[in-house]
């Protein structure tokens, strides 16, 4: 728990800090009231469809070229005209709203079909595992929400288990933004709605009253809201180099700790820094013939040997392993290019990773560079069309590996020097997408499930802070700051919003489990 008391502001370097907490009046103003259809009945289901065939053009452009900040300003202030920030408290899904289940069904289409039951499974084990894979049909809620016209690179699914901790290029442990299988040019509202609505599923999960839940999510809505206003009032160079460093959050807020909390979190940022490569060799690995080799753990992790032995076997592997990784080096900048080309292939396996991820293709690839005490192990990871796309506009770009790639980069502080993406055929014999990085650099999550109200508060606030932050590098930061304005009407509304996606979000999950139960959908539990 007193994890979440160090990660509460960003980093001295930046000048947008956001303030020590809330006004009085930010956390005593009277929610509004839900619609009485939103809050009495759940909708009604839809048959069994894909989302639709995506438009070719995002809604509206991220930002608006030459205008003075004076104009930018005027942009947002007149976006309330077309979505009044109090119009954001209401979820009132249409009677035809899709069903949810069909819309994983769809998903499971272009996935590994035997590990799709493990990812029902994942799914089935809380209302928050679910809300974890059930970034889809919230994607189609979302697009019948209010929205501004003012778009950003969205992450399109931030959840606030999508954020935490990892090594900077400089070596420092930062906070950031930490997954984009899903990033798009979209609403920015939709990122800040799925934030804080995982915060409520969380809280509720954790077992906090209403009074403690709401005010978790007017104190994240409102750090954005302040953040996002101050980075409107700095160049653009500052803004860019804003982040969270975690040893400067120390310094600063050491002292809200107690010393029993400040010793586990030392402990734990310790282990932190060894959580890399040469520890996931220790833990993923042991030695066959003398030499290191993955270790198999059907169906987590199944090594390219056992799952094509003939071909593996074959001369013509090598070549073709080479010229796979080949490819993926042509993406990274020419200096990286210079210290991949150091390491030398060694083995490689398929390994089932997260909750809404699992049963996409994923692979391991173990990679030895001066010796066998200098490993390196990259992630291959399939990037599929975005949730997003079918509601926000397709992306730009044909690879969607590299639609990964680029929204990492536009949208975090600093990216993994090993950032990259590739096309290659899989197991099926057809052509995927993937982006590639380091499986481990330090990253690791905070646990959720252990945090008190005040530790979820703070980490809320400092997930508002990095989103904003995110959203600053890409979008109109004096638009959206104008519109946001400094009051708590936004926040109010999207905390009550929150609370109202996190009802439907129970009635999903009471529907997905009767799916299961039912035999509609097969699931694997306890994997």
């Not at 069994?48 to 947002?76: D, N, S, V």
């Not at 809300?131 to 697009?143: E, I, T």
């Not at 929150?498 to 129970?506: P, V």
Request: glycine share 6%; proline share 7%; net charge positive.
């Amino acid at each position: 728990a007193s994890k979440g008391h160090a990660a509460a502001k960003p980093s001295a370097r930046s000048a947008a800090k956001p303030p020590a907490k809330l006004s009085a009046r930010s956390a005593a103003k009277p929610p509004a009231k839900p619609s009485a259809r939103s809050a009495a009945k759940p909708p009604a289901r839809s048959a069994a469809k894909p989302p639709a065939k995506p438009p070719a053009k995002p809604p509206a452009k991220p930002a608006a070229k030459g205008l003075t900040p004076a104009e930018r300003a005027a942009r947002g202030k007149a976006a309330r005209g077309q979505a009044p920030r109090e119009s954001h408290a209401a979820f009132d899904p249409p009677p035809d709203r899709p069903d949810p289940v069909s819309l994983l069904e769809s998903q499971a289409l272009t996935r590994v079909p035997e590990l799709v039951p493990v990812r029902y499974g994942r799914m089935m084990v809380s209302p928050f595992t679910y809300y974890r894979g059930a970034a889809l049909p919230m994607a189609n809620d979302l697009a019948t929400t209010p929205r501004s016209g003012l778009v950003v690179q969205a992450c399109g699914d931030a959840h606030l288990s999508n954020f935490g901790l990892f090594a900077s290029a400089e070596r420092n442990l930062i906070f950031d933004v930490n997954d984009f299988d899903e990033t798009l040019p979209a609403p920015w509202e939709w990122d800040v709605k799925r934030l804080a609505a995982s915060l409520e599923v969380a809280a509720r999960e954790n077992g906090f009253g209403r009074k403690d839940r709401r005010k978790i999510l007017l104190s994240t809505v409102a750090r954005y809201r302040q953040a996002m206003r101050t980075f409107a009032g700095q160049p653009n160079v500052s803004v860019w180099y804003a982040t969270a460093d975690v040893d400067s959050l120390r310094a600063q807020f050491d002292s809200l700790l107690q010393v029993r909390q400040r010793a586990v979190l030392d402990k734990s940022l310790a282990k932190v820094r060894t959580r890399d490569s040469m520890q996931a060799l220790g833990k993923l690995c042991h030695l066959v013939d003398g030499k290191p080799q993955i270790i198999s753990d059907p169906p987590l992790i199944v090594r390219l040997a056992d799952l094509l032995p003939e071909q593996v076997e074959s001369t013509e592997a090598g070549p073709q392993l080479g010229n796979l990784i080949g490819r993926y080096r042509q993406t990274l900048q020419s200096d990286r290019r210079v210290l991949l080309e150091q390491y030398t292939f060694t083995d490689m396996a398929r390994k089932v990773v997260g909750v809404g991820s699992v049963g996409t293709r994923c692979w391991i690839i173990l990679m030895f560079g001066r010796d066998e005490a200098d490993p390196l192990f990259l992630q291959v990871k399939e990037a599929q069309t975005s949730v997003l796309a079918a509601y926000a506009g397709r992306s730009t770009y044909a690879n969607q590996g590299q639609r990964v790639v680029a929204g990492q980069r536009l949208m975090q502080a600093s990216s993994d020097i090993f950032l990259g993406w590739q096309r290659a055929e899989d197991l099926d014999g057809q052509s995927h997408d993937f982006y590639v990085r380091q499986l481990r650099d330090w990253k690791f999550s905070l646990a959720i499930e252990t945090m008190t109200p005040v530790t979820m508060r703070l980490y809320g606030e400092l997930c508002g802070w990095t989103l904003a932050r995110a959203h600053a590098r890409s979008g109109d930061r004096t638009a959206i700051a104008a519109y946001l304005g400094g009051s708590d009407v936004f926040d109010q509304a999207i905390a009550e919003f929150g609370a109202l996606y996190a009802d439907q979000n129970e009635r999903d999950y009471a529907a997905f489990l009767d799916a299961v139960a039912r035999g509609r959908v097969t699931a694997e539990t306890g994997v």
